[in-house]
C-alpha cells in the first residue's frame, strides 16, 4: 500500500485544513472547521484517530503535530537545550479528555468518541497559543481554579534573556475558548521588595501543599527564594533551598491507589531497582501524580532515582492499571486480576524514550523524545489500541 499519500494529505490537513475524508489505510479521518458533529467542542478538532494494530506516530512541529511513519522516520531536529524545545512537557486527565502540555506552543486535548469501554477512536484537539508562548518554558502543569494551566517563565540558564516577562504568567485551556486563556494565580504574583522578580515554577509537594520558586532577573543581580503555601490564592510563606528540594520527592507508596500498588509490586519483582518514581496520571487525580519506592528515608529527589516509571491507573469503568520504562516495556493489570501481563511498546531508535502512558477507551497514549543529555530532538506521541500489546 502507497502510504506516501495518506502522509502528505494528513500534513496538508493540519497546517491548512481541507475536507473530511479517510486516509485510507492510516487510521486518520480528517475533519474538516464544519464538522456538526464536533461542535460541541470549543477546540479546533485536527484528526479523528482510528487506533489499531499499527501505532499511530505524530511528531510536533512548528505548525503543530504532523503524521510520521514511525519514530525511526521524525525529522532530523537539532538539538537544543530542553527549555527552547517542543515536547510534551506533562500531561492530565480533565473531564474524561487527556490533555497535553507541550512548551512553547499550547494544548494538545484528545477526547473518546463513543462511551464503550472498548472504543478505539479518539478526537484530536488543539488549542494553540498562536505562538505567543514560544520564547517561554513551560516546566508546571497544574490544575487551577478546576482547568488545566501552564506557568511560563523566561530560561536564562542555556543563554541570555531576549524577550520581556511573559505577561500574564499562568494560561489555563478553558472549555469555552479555542485557545488558551489567560489567567492570574495571586500567590504567583507577590513579589520579594527591590529587584525584578519573576516565578519559574510551581509544584505540588508530597505534602499536598504548593512550592513554587522565584528568581530575580535583573542586570547584576539574580537572587533566588522558595516559598510555600496551602492556598494559592494567598502569598506564600518564605522557605529554604532544603525545603524546597524536598518539595520534588514523590508521595510514600502508602497513599498509591491499590490496583497500581499491586502493578508495581510485580513490576519490581520482574524487574528489580533499589530505588525511583513513579510519574502517574488517573481520572482519579486532580493533575500528575509522583509516587516514591525504595528509598529508606522516605524521600528520593528525581536526580537520585535510579529509576523512573510511568503509570496510568483508573477505578471505572473497570479496575486498569499501566506501566512502563523508557524504554517501553511495560506491564499491565486489568480488572480483579493479580497478574501484570508484560507488553513491549514499538521499539524506537537509540536515544529515544517514551515519556509517559494513559488510555482513553481502549486506547493507549504515550508522548516521546528523541534525547541527548540536556537536549531534545525530535518529539511526539503515538496512538495504539490496547487490544494490540505485544
Known amino acids: ?37 464536533y461542535t460541541s ?32 522516520a521524525a525529522s532530523l531536529a537539532p538539538y537544543v537545550p530542553w527549555p527552547h524545545a517542543r515536547y510534551v512537557t506533562a500531561m492530565a486527565m480533565w473531564n474524561g479528555f487527556l490533555v497535553m502540555a507541550v512548551n512553547r506552543d499550547g494544548f494538545l486535548v484528545f477526547g473518546p468518541i463513543g462511551e464503550s469501554p472498548e472504543a478505539t477512536e479518539l478526537l484530536l484537539c488543539r488549542s494553540d497559543s498562536g505562538g505567543i508562548w514560544d520564547p517561554y518554558t513551560i516546566e508546571s502543569f497544574f490544575i487551577w ?32 475558548s479555542p485557545v488558551p486563556v489567560g489567567a492570574f494565580v495571586p500567590a504567583l ?15 505540588r509537594g508530597p505534602d499536598g501543599l504548593w512550592y513554587y520558586r522565584m528568581k530575580e532577573k535583573a542586570q547584576g543581580r539574580n537572587a533566588t527564594a522558595y516559598f510555600r503555601t496551602d492556598d494559592l490564592n494567598i502569598g506564600g510563606r518564605k522557605i529554604s533551598f532544603g525545603e524546597w528540594m524536598n518539595s520534588d520527592c ?4 502508602v497513599n498509591i491507589p491499590h490496583n497500581l ?24 487525580f486532580e493533575g500528575q501524580r509522583v509516587f516514591t519506592f525504595g528509598a529508606s528515608d ?10 523512573l516509571i510511568y503509570a496510568y491507573c483508573q477505578n471505572a469503568p473497570e479496575l486498569l492499571a499501566l506501566a512502563i520504562f523508557p524504554d517501553g516495556m511495560g506491564f499491565i493489570l486489568t480488572g480483579e486480576e493479580q497478574e501484570a501481563i508484560p507488553f513491549s511498546l514499538p521499539a524506537m531508535p537509540e536515544g529515544f524514550v517514551y515519556t509517559g502512558i494513559a488510555a482513553l477507551g481502549n486506547v493507549i497514549i504515550t508522548p516521546w523524545e528523541e534525547q541527548r543529555e540536556a537536549g531534545v530532538g525530535a518529539a511526539g506521541f503515538m496512538v495504539m489500541a490496547m487490544a494490540f500489546f505485544n
Open 145 to 176: 481554579e478546576g482547568k488545566p494551566a501552564v506557568l511560563l517563565y523566561r530560561n536564562d540558564f542555556f543563554g541570555e534573556l531576549t524577550v520581556p516577562t511573559p505577561d500574564p504568567r499562568v494560561y489555563a485551556l478553558d472549555s469555552s
Open 41 to 72: 467542542l470549543p477546540w479546533p478538532a485536527l484528526a479523528r484517530l482510528r487506533a489499531g494494530e499499527n501505532p499511530i506516530w505524530f511528531e510536533l512541529g512548528q505548525d503543530g503535530p504532523f503524521l510520521i511513519e514511525a519514530a525511526a
Open 298 to 307: 522516605g524521600i528520593s529527589s528525581i536526580a537520585e532515582n535510579t529509576a
Open 189 to 203: 504574583e507577590v513579589f520579594p521588595s527591590n529587584g525584578s522578580w519573576e516565578t519559574e515554577l510551581l509544584r
Open 1 to 37: 500500500m502507497n502510504k506516501i499519500l495518506p502522509l502528505l494529505l494528513l500534513i496538508f490537513f493540519l497546517v491548512a485544513g481541507c475536507n473530511k475524508k479517510d486516509n485510507a489505510g492510516s487510521g486518520i479521518t480528517e475533519i474538516n472547521d464544519e464538522g456538526q458533529e
Open 261 to 284: 500498588a499491586i502493578l508495581l509490586e510485580r513490576v519490581l519483582g520482574f524487574f528489580p531497582v533499589a530505588k525511583g518514581q513513579m510519574k502517574t496520571v488517573s481520572h482519579d
Open 250 to 253: 514523590g508521595e510514600d507508596t
